[in-house]
């Protein structure tokens, strides 16, 4: 017993230590005001995963691969659910957090598909840990994203550039999803770029 309550003591402490690192690169927050409307577009073009960097293909060939193993037909389901991810839950809980301030707030809705808007965000997907869960231990899932305002009209007018390193994500009581955990670290994402753009821009 007092084994197990030393692990639980060192998860609780190693998870805590983990914090998300944001930096504005270049450019101000001063085009927020008097807008009503940012468009929204997640690129995973340049996605790494895990510690020994992965693309997004060599990471999925390697799960399909072993779930397969262990069942026909387990790896090609989970294929499907891993992509269905990155809208179903990626963009739904990074775009839930940015709305929670700063629609209710401020007035301004982050959507996709918003083309007629004047600004566009785009976040760059640069590397996903999804962590693990092994009931009494467990690691939190871990997002980087680059974050670039652009002119929709014009992409290369970069009107505001930031770096989001290791945004963590767990749920509450722990879960065994991988898209889970990750979905949480969208959802850490959302809400710290949502609090700076508050204090930054009013």
Request: glycine share 4%; hydrophobic share 40%.
């Given at each position: 017993m007092q084994?197990?309550?030393h692990l639980a003591f060192i998860l609780l402490f190693t998870?805590?230590?983990?914090?998300?690192?944001?930096?504005?690169?270049?450019?101000?927050f001063s085009f927020f005001k008097g807008q009503t409307e940012i468009n929204v577009e997640f690129d995973y073009s340049n996605l790494k995963i895990n510690k020994d960097n992965l693309t997004n293909d060599e990471y999925v060939a390697e799960r399909v691969a072993d779930l397969e193993s262990k069942g026909k037909g387990k790896g090609k389901a989970w294929k499907k659910s891993w992509e269905?991810?990155?809208?179903?839950?990626?963009?739904?809980k990074f775009l839930e957090l940015m709305n929670r301030d700063l629609y209710e707030d401020k007035g301004i809705s982050f959507e996709k598909d918003f083309p007629d808007a004047k600004y566009t965000l785009i976040l760059e997907v640069v590397w996903i840990y999804p962590g693990w869960n092994a009931a009494v231990m467990r690691q939190p899932a871990k997002v980087t994203t680059l974050i670039k305002f652009v002119e929709t009209a014009n992409r290369d007018n970069v009107l505001l550039e930031i770096t989001s390193k290791e945004a963590p994500g767990n749920k509450f009581g722990g879960t065994f999803s991988n898209e889970d955990r990750i979905g949480e670290g969208f959802a850490k994402t959302g809400k710290t770029l949502s609090k700076l753009i508050m204090k930054k821009a009013f």
């Open positions: 084994k197990i309550l998870t805590a230590i983990y914090a998300q690192k944001t930096k504005v690169k270049e450019g101000d269905a991810s990155k809208d179903l839950i990626y963009a739904s």
